[in-house]
């Protein structure tokens, strides 16, 4: 299902999780839960995956994860600052050590000349510093949604690590 990329980078999180006794939630949007599924591929990812949230419309993220409507029509769903509050939320929300969020545009469609397709960003929250959050911008590029998706992920769970301060 996953490479062995991803596969290995979630092996590694929930290795390092599981041994800091931390829990991992997922808030996703553009990755429609493959970044839980990474996770879950693990064999013994209950130790350290409790949930994760797939908020796919504006409404579930203000529903389940807290966004401000004012966030998201200021700067839209896919923005540093709706990625910074998925995770918070999600955080919060599950009682996680640490909450990784992202949101993005997949396309093929969906893309304007400010935030064109292959527009991600992937927050962080939490890790070793419970208080921290740490939100990146990738621009991927027009290589597909599946490749797009996939590329979300694998930066994700390199997020993460760092997170944990690990190295990927």
């Given at each position: 299902?996953?490479?062995q990329?991803?596969?290995?980078l979630?092996?590694?999180?929930v290795t390092r ?10 808030a996703?949007?553009?990755?429609g839960g493959?970044i839980a599924?990474a996770?879950?591929?693990v064999?013994g990812a209950?130790s350290c995956v409790?949930?994760g949230?797939?908020?796919y419309?504006?409404d579930?993220?203000?529903?389940a994860?807290?966004v401000?409507?004012?966030s ?17 939320g999600?955080?919060k ?6 909450a ?7 396309g093929?469609?969906g893309g304007t000349?400010?935030k064109?397709?292959?527009?991600v960003f992937i ?9 921290k ?6 621009e991927?590029?027009n290589?597909g949604?599946?490749e797009v ?9 390199e997020l ?6 690990i190295?990927?």
């Open positions: 299902m996953f490479d990329r991803v596969l290995e979630a092996e590694q999180l999780a599981t041994g800091l006794g931390m829990w991992i939630t997922t996703e949007s553009c990755t493959l599924g996770l879950t591929s064999s209950s409790g949930s949230f797939v908020t419309s504006n579930a993220k203000m529903d994860l807290g401000s409507f004012d998201l029509e200021k700067y839209g769903a896919v923005s540093e600052e709706v990625a910074r509050e998925m995770a918070h999600a955080k929300t599950a009682r996680a050590d640490l990784l969020a992202v949101t993005g545009i997949a093929p469609l000349s400010e064109p397709v292959g527009l927050a962080a929250a939490g890790g070793t510093d419970p208080e959050i740490v939100v990146e911008r990738h991927f590029g290589i949604r599946s998706r996939i590329a979300t992920v694998v930066a994700a769970l993460g690590l760092r997170s944990l301060h190295s990927s």
